[in-house]
């Protein structure tokens, strides 16, 4: 009786395989990512990929909730795979209390998990670099995080015009609506986060269904449309609201001040979906607006707070991975990523023994070095070096080599020399490849 056919593993919906060369992208993007956060003093920092349940909800917003993975453990806890960073890193600085020294600047590269509709750019599983700056209320720490995006995608090989910062202000926005007499302006901040994303009836059917006047909704749509600060300085006349539009002036001016000013603009339409942002936010997109946004972030002053914790205020932004990923295909921006190692030991006559002592030696001098793992002709193994992208190729039993030295052979340049271990590290070390 012939067994029914097994069905093959496949890929959970919205996640993605690592292999190999993918994986050498992914390094890509985080080793670059790595590099500025250093260069920029931040700290790296971890947590679990799942945290109790209720740290989430109730903090990030209905839509972040919604897409939560969750699940019971065999001790009966509600956990939830993280969908952001920021619960955790408030959770870890309030368990740290006054003994963490504020402020400081902190970076992490976790891996997420939103049960999104997975699409371009979007997907179920993903990676997502936070940079965060804790512990001061001054506008230099929203300057830093924007200089640092722009350095960072610049390191990329992205220019102003490729992407572009809006910049906005929920406090501005929060202080406008309370001057046009909306009572409850969380209440309507998913609505305003989705303007954009539905048509105007809708818009103003959504917020009539909320309580909101028409003349009101006209008047959000005005100050959301406006492009100059002056503009909205006409417009508004309580002293929360003006020290909140100084505010964002400030940073405007520091920006500029800095030399990043083609890379920014002012876009009031920019709300944020998630529900702890208490001031200034803003979002990286590509110029065509082609894709979701590359990053998002902003002010979360009461977070801290809001978890039992003292007050402690933060600011900091997200960066995906997949789109960013896209963004530099499109632009053709991904560098030549083979595998690259510095030595391919080959054998005429497949001696093993030898081949393993050298290979080991070349190792314990902290170069990466591959051998043929079975017996086979050294035409193989001459492939088996150029795809695993070996600089030299160096032969246990060269017949030119005399006691202690051996022939090996420069690929990229297809030359042949003699030297004893010492020479060849040297070699690699001196030589221009
Ligand atoms: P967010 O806007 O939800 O912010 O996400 C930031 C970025 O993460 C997005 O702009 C996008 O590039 C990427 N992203 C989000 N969801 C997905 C997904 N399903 N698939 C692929 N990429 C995605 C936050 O998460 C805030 N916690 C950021 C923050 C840090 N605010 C302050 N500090």
């Known amino acids: ?30 080793d670059t990512w790595k590099r500025v956060s250093k260069r920029f003093g931040y700290e790296e920092y971890e947590g679990p990929i799942f945290e109790h349940l209720e740290l989430f909800t109730g903090k990030s917003g209905d839509e972040i909730v919604s ?8 001790g009966n806890r509600a956990l939830a795979l ?7 890193l408030a959770r870890l600085i309030v368990q740290k209390g006054n003994t963490i020294k504020k402020p400081f600047k902190w970076f992490s590269i976790p891996r997420l998990f939103r049960y999104e509709r997975a699409q371009k750019g979007r997907l179920r599983e993903f990676f997502q670099l936070n940079l965060d700056v ?12 924007i200089s640092a995006i722009v350095a960072m995608l610049v390191e990329f090989g992205l220019s102003a015009d490729d992407f572009s910062i809006g910049i906005s202000s929920r406090e501005l926005l929060a202080n406008y609506l309370i001057e046009i007499g909306v009572s409850d302006p969380n209440l309507v901040y998913p609505a305003l986060d989705r303007r954009l994303k539905t048509s105007p009836e809708a818009f103003l059917s959504t917020l009539l269904e909320l309580g909101l006047l028409e003349t009101q909704v006209q008047k959000i749509n005005t100050f959301m449309e406006s492009k100059s600060l002056n503009e909205i300085r006409t417009m508004i006349s ?16 520091l920006i500029e001040n800095t ?15 998630l529900a702890y942002y208490t001031g200034i936010v803003f979002e990286v997109f590509d110029r065509a607006k082609s894709m979701r946004a590359i990053a998002g972030g902003g002010r979360y002053d009461n977070l801290c707070e809001n978890l039992g914790g003292q007050k402690v205020p933060g600011v900091g932004f997200g960066m995906g991975d997949v789109v960013l990923a896209n963004l530099l295909k499109d632009h053709d921006l991904i560098p030549d990523l083979h595998p690259k190692i510095d030595l391919y030991i080959a054998s005429f006559t497949n001696d093993f023994p030898k081949v393993f002592v050298l290979a080991n030696q070349f190792r314990e001098l902290h170069l990466n070095v591959a051998h043929p793992l079975e017996i086979t002709k050294l035409s193989k193994q001459m492939d088996q070096a150029n795809s695993q992208g070996a600089r030299c190729v160096v032969y246990v039993d060269g017949e030119k080599a005399t006691e202690n030295t051996y022939e090996f052979k420069d690929l990229s340049k297809g030359l042949m020399h003699i030297g004893s271990i010492q020479d060849i590290v040297e070699y690699l070390k001196n030589e221009p490849s």
Do not use: C, W
Request: hydrophobic residues 35%; aromatic residues 12%; charged residues 25%.
């Open 1 to 30: 009786m012939s067994k029914a056919k097994r069905q093959a593993p496949t890929l959970p919906k919205g996640t993605r395989d690592f292999y190999p060369e993918s994986m050498r992208l992914q390094n890509f993007i985080f």
């Open 67 to 74: 897409q939560l993975y969750h699940f019971e453990d065999k």
């Open 82 to 88: 993280r969908p952001e960073m920021t619960p955790t």
């Open 134 to 145: 804790i512990g001061t209320e001054s506008v230099f720490a929203e300057a830093d995080l």
């Open 238 to 253: 309580s002293p929360n609201s003006i020290q909140a539009l100084n505010d964002l002036q400030n940073l405007f001016d």
């Open 259 to 273: 030399g990043f000013g083609p890379y920014i603009g002012l876009d009031l339409s920019i709300v944020r979906g």
